[in-house]
């Protein structure tokens, strides 16, 4: 039977396993029962990327540094977000390989949905840029505006990569580029790093189709993670942002949802989790 919803994960920055999603997705079989089985889950994972680049070179100079911990958190952590943002014009860029990776899942969940359905996109910390750069360059490339990076420069180079040899037909790319994108859902969202530069004016979030809905959730004390609606009155009138405290309950308050370790606790948090089976339940039932 076809899937009635999608739901696609997207990891955040630094060194990450390829079964990220692997608790999240537990949780919501638990809480979904039965209604979980018309659910297609998939997973973005681009980490395949950048690591191996990373810890080459790791290796040419751990011997030479201290506080080994926190100088592979900066680097792989910052080396993700620098490696993806720099060099991008290239169709064969880092920044490109990680787009690929995002249309090959969403073109998985339209298969999974014979063609039709709604997607729902969950992105943590550096994902949601990544998330948020695709669907930029992929409306700049539908609206015909110029200048065009990553795969949406030119789709027909990289069509091949996305389906595994076929040309991709127009409504596919129409998919790929956002008409069924219904949900994002930001944790831990540092889009205010990579815009706070620009003039006010500049600031200005994807909207793929007239349905689609942005929520974000940020802890205060996540020094990762920022609300979005007040950067400029563009992304306040797209997105709705919710202060919750990740990593709550006793263990979680004593460990980590004080202090910014919270960076990492919001996929396990009921005020996270709560809304999302919430939305998933009204699409499947």
Same mark, same amino acid.
């Given at each position: 039977?076809?899937?009635?919803?999608?739901?696609?994960?997207?990891?955040?920055?630094?060194?990450?396993? $390829?079964?990220?999603? =692997?608790?999240?997705?537990?949780?919501?079989?638990?809480?979904?029962?039965? &209604?979980?089985? #018309? +659910?297609?889950?998939?997973?973005?994972?681009?980490?395949?990327?950048?690591?191996?680049?990373?810890?080459?070179?790791?290796?040419?100079?751990?011997?030479?540094?201290?506080?080994?911990?926190?100088?592979?958190?900066?680097?792989?952590?910052?080396?993700?977000?620098?490696?993806?943002?720099?060099?991008?014009?290239?169709?064969?860029?880092?920044?490109?390989?990680?787009?690929?990776?995002?249309?090959? $899942?969403?073109?998985? =969940?339209?298969?999974?949905?014979?063609?039709?359905?709604?997607?729902?996109? &969950?992105?943590? #910390? +550096?994902?949601?840029?990544?998330?948020?750069?695709?669907?930029?360059?992929?409306?700049?490339?539908?609206?015909?505006?110029?200048?065009?990076?990553?795969?949406?420069?030119?789709?027909?180079?990289?069509?091949?990569?996305?389906?595994?040899?076929?040309?991709?037909?127009?409504e596919e790319i129409s998919f790929l580029?956002?008409?069924?994108?219904?949900?994002?859902?930001?944790?831990?969202?540092?889009?205010p790093i990579f815009v706070a530069a620009?003039?006010?004016?500049?600031?200005?979030?994807?909207?793929?189709?007239?349905?689609?809905?942005?929520?974000?959730?940020?802890?205060?004390?996540?020094?990762?993670?920022?609300?979005?609606?007040?950067?400029?009155?563009?992304?306040?009138?797209?997105?709705?942002?919710h202060a919750v405290n990740a990593g709550?309950?006793?263990?979680?308050?004593?460990?980590?949802?004080?202090?910014?370790?919270?960076?990492?606790?919001?996929?396990?948090?009921?005020?996270?989790?709560?809304?999302?089976?919430?939305?998933?339940?009204?699409?499947?039932?």
């Open positions: 039977m076809p899937k009635k919803a999608a739901l696609l994960t997207v990891h955040g920055m630094g060194r990450t396993e $390829e079964d990220y999603n =692997a608790q999240i997705v537990s949780d919501l079989r638990h809480r979904l029962g039965q &209604l979980f089985g #018309s +659910l297609h889950v998939g997973k973005v994972y681009y980490q395949d990327v950048l690591q191996p680049n990373e810890d080459r070179v790791w290796k040419s100079v751990a011997s030479r540094v201290k506080w080994d911990d926190l100088r592979k958190f900066v680097l792989f952590g910052f080396g993700d977000a620098a490696g993806l943002e720099s060099g991008k014009e290239p169709i064969g860029s880092d920044y490109a390989k990680a787009q690929i990776k995002i249309a090959r $899942e969403l073109l998985l =969940a339209r298969e999974a949905m014979s063609m039709s359905g709604p997607v729902l996109i &969950l992105a943590q #910390s +550096l994902g949601c840029q990544v998330t948020s750069n695709y669907f930029w360059d992929a409306h700049q490339a539908a609206m015909g505006n110029l200048p065009r990076v990553g795969i949406w420069q030119d789709i027909g180079r990289v069509q091949a990569q996305i389906t595994g040899g076929r040309p991709l037909t127009a580029q956002g008409k069924s994108f219904r949900l994002f859902i930001t944790t831990g969202c540092n889009i620009h003039a006010k004016e500049d600031i200005v979030p994807i909207r793929p189709n007239e349905h689609f809905e942005w929520h974000n959730y940020y802890d205060q004390d996540d020094v990762l993670g920022w609300p979005l609606a007040d950067m400029s009155d563009e992304y306040a009138r797209v997105v709705t942002d709550s309950g006793i263990m979680g308050w004593l460990l980590k949802s004080w202090n910014p370790m919270s960076h990492t606790q919001y996929w396990g948090d009921t005020e996270v989790l709560d809304p999302l089976d919430a939305r998933l339940r009204s699409l499947l039932a």
